[in-house]
């Protein structure tokens, strides 16, 4: 590759961009830019340069070995640029996903990054579940998210990289008239024989109900079938008052009116939750992000695993990474 007096940011991002995807057209969409204009300006930076970046055909994209060699270099320059940018004011907000209003593992987080990093923005949004979040990462109209990464399908997690933050325990949400609501505590054995809602249908959620059918299977526990999906509390506190199913959940669930949310117990299930963002994602505050889920984590013993815990095997290899 030869070296030009001067190479634009705007054609770097272009080619780190495709070279993540390695697909022309997901990388224009993350870019909001047409695939032709992208097209145009990796052939321009491959013009400067003097040398391929991309094999292209019919079928895939691949990088070359001078596209290999060039991208951390193309990655650090715009981590430069953007810590340029946030130094004079100018760094775009970080959307970070908190899947729904009240939970309190991700807002937690969240609250701690912008007491970290009080020059950036981090911007709140509320994608309802991972799945749903993992296709705004991967096309950029997102940044980060928070949930069970195991659950997600490979071809999403191909994209993505995570950051263990807690082993939530799991709890059930009854009518407070229920039998099982005068307990303290709910034995998952005294669930047996009841149908329980665990989000079965919700296109946004299925690395929830994936867990759920993990944890009722052999147990005599029923999952509840799809409820018609509800948008906002309060259309979701009238479709399950209509049903009276017990609702499976996690011990920081937000409160529900004339319901009672009890932990489960016997063995203890937990739900993995990771901090997930997409692969090279360039931003200063996604360091803070990451630093924050680190350190909440560590002051809040989040990662430790109870020995009566109840965890599938895959989520275990997950939530063991570093």
Excluded: C
């Amino acid at each position: 590759m030869s070296a030009p007096a001067h190479l634009d940011p705007r054609l770097l991002r272009a080619f780190v961009t495709v070279a993540e995807e390695l697909h022309f057209t997901r990388a224009a969409t993350r870019l909001y830019v047409a695939q032709q204009a992208l097209s145009r300006d990796v052939r321009r930076l491959e013009r400067e340069l003097g040398s391929e970046l991309f094999v292209r055909t019919t079928r895939q994209v691949t990088l070359t070995a001078d596209g290999e060699r060039l991208l951390p270099y193309a990655r650090a320059v715009l981590q430069a640029q953007d810590d340029l940018l946030a130094a004079a004011g100018r760094a775009r907000p970080l959307l970070v996903d908190l899947n729904s209003p009240g939970l309190h593992t991700p807002r937690r987080v969240l609250h701690r990054a912008r007491e970290l990093a009080p020059g950036h923005e981090l911007m709140a949004r509320y994608e309802s579940g991972l799945t749903g979040a993992a296709g705004e990462l991967l096309a950029g109209r997102l940044d980060a998210s928070f949930g069970r990464f195991a659950g997600l399908a490979p071809a999403l997690r191909a994209g993505l990289d995570q950051q263990p933050v807690r082993h939530e325990p799991m709890a059930v949400v009854l009518p407070e008239d229920h039998p099982l609501a005068a307990l303290t505590e709910v034995p998952l054995a005294a669930l047996a024989g009841e149908t329980v809602y665990a989000g079965a249908g919700n296109p946004r959620t299925p690395e929830w109900t994936d867990l759920a059918r993990s944890l009722f299977e052999g147990r005599g526990i029923t999952l509840a079938p799809p409820a018609p999906l509800a948008v906002g509390e309060e259309e979701f506190q009238r479709i399950m008052a209509r049903t009276r199913h017990p609702i499976l959940a996690v011990i920081d669930f937000p409160p529900l009116p004339s319901t009672v949310l009890r932990p489960l117990v016997d063995p203890i299930p937990l739900s993995p939750v990771s901090l997930v963002w997409r692969k090279g994602l360039v931003h200063p505050a996604l360091s803070a992000l990451r630093r924050a889920a680190a350190v909440v984590a560590a002051e809040e013993g989040w990662l430790r695993r109870p020995a009566e815990g109840w965890l599938p095997d895959r989520d275990i290899v997950v939530m063991a990474s570093q």
